[in-house]
């Protein structure tokens, strides 16, 4: 395992440093920048049965359900019909009712997490169209799903996983342009995307430049018992996401929570004392995003502030730090932030001491119910 580490001291720096290449692979002969074009095998036969589809379910676990939710508002505009986001072990305690005419996502880094692999066998039962997004080749959910897309992502070692949610979003992306193909409104967006998804390894490089901004924050937050992540849109992916990071690798409570429904009682715990991390990046929801920050401010909390490259001079005054993200899409907008995360958990896990590859109390693959 050592020579595997590379230079890296923990495969989780590793893995995290490894994001320009794993998502290049998860685009590797599937995407043809020059043409546009774009064919994913695993799922070319059953295009037409998805788009026909009366909904689509995704349906996963921990890091693999907020890929989900980061994609979601993406698939509702290529595909212009109702699409849900559950949680495995939610989903089969309430075994929901399930149709032939369904689609349903299994997204899974190992393959054989036991409530995911559960609610596919439940889903088959149902005759409903089984698409597995999987990393690891030869897994029970790659092996019992109807078709699907794997990551390529190389194997995850880390238990807390890092690359496999930055190639699930760019894997969900490519299947969602893909349904989007007959949707002439989508069209445009479409090539937007494609250009970034181009761009995107070398934006990853950007962020992860920014490895020694973001060790500043760390040891900031290193100290603290508590940290609140607020975003919305796909930011709101984000900060659940980041928070999963900060409870495995920091051992500190981290919550994160949509910046809409912060005034619904969230509110009661901002002061100066507390701190927050506060995603604002320059979206479709921004104006409303801004409004929350300077809400958050009022109230005399001065959050760490992510933001897009051109936005510090707008939003510090109502943060004691701002980190600016390259630009990148809105679709593909929690690549950036999350890598962001990532490695914030990383370094105020090790500031902390902690076993950041082998977090207590956690398993790579949670093969029981
Ligand atoms: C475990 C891992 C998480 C992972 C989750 C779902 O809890 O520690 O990092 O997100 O399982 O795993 P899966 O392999 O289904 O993506």
Request: aromatic content about 6%.
């Amino acid at each position: 395992h050592d020579i595997m580490k590379g230079d890296y001291g923990t495969f989780m720096q590793k893995e995290i440093f490894e994001q320009p290449e794993s998502v290049f692979n998860t685009m590797r002969g599937r995407l043809d920048f020059e043409t546009e074009s774009l064919r994913l095998g695993g799922i070319q036969a059953n295009v037409v049965a998805i788009r026909r589809a009366k909904r689509i379910l995704f349906i996963a676990c921990g890091t693999s359900h907020h890929s989900a939710l980061a994609v979601r508002a993406l698939f509702e505009e290529a595909w212009e019909k109702p699409v849900f986001v559950e949680i495995a072990s939610d989903f089969i305690d309430r075994k929901p009712p399930i149709f032939r005419d369904d689609v349903c996502v299994f997204i899974s880094q190992s393959g054989e997490t036991a409530d995911t692999l559960n609610a596919l066998r439940y889903c088959k039962d149902h005759d409903a169209l089984c698409i597995g997004v999987v990393n690891a080749v030869g897994s029970c959910i790659a092996r019992e799903t109807h078709c699907g897309v794997h990551l390529n992502a190389g194997p995850e070692i880390s238990v807390a996983s890092t690359k496999a949610f930055t190639s699930q979003v760019v894997a969900l992306t490519m299947i969602a342009l893909l349904v989007g193909q007959s949707l002439a409104l989508f069209q445009d967006r479409s090539r937007a995307i494609i250009k970034d998804l181009h761009m995107l390894p070398d934006i990853i490089r950007k962020v992860l430049a920014m490895n020694e901004q973001i060790l500043t924050i760390a040891k900031e937050c290193s100290k603290q018992q508590s940290i609140l992540l607020l975003g919305r849109g796909g930011q709101y992916a984000a900060v659940l996401e980041g928070a999963l990071k900060i409870k495995e690798l920091a051992y500190i409570h981290a919550e994160g929570i949509h910046a809409g429904d912060v005034k619904y009682g969230p509110m009661a715990l901002v002061n100066q004392a507390r701190c927050i991390i506060f995603l604002a990046l320059r979206d479709s929801h921004f104006n409303r995003t801004k409004a929350a920050l300077a809400q958050i401010a009022d109230c005399g909390a001065k959050p760490v502030v992510l933001c897009s490259i051109g936005d510090r001079a707008e939003l510090s005054p109502f943060a004691s730090s701002v980190l600016e993200l390259p630009i990148v899409d809105e679709a593909l907008q929690s690549v950036t932030s999350v890598i962001a995360l990532q490695l914030l958990a990383f370094h105020i896990g090790v500031l902390r001491d902690n076993a950041v590859d082998t977090p207590r109390n956690l398993a790579k693959s949670v093969t029981v119910e």
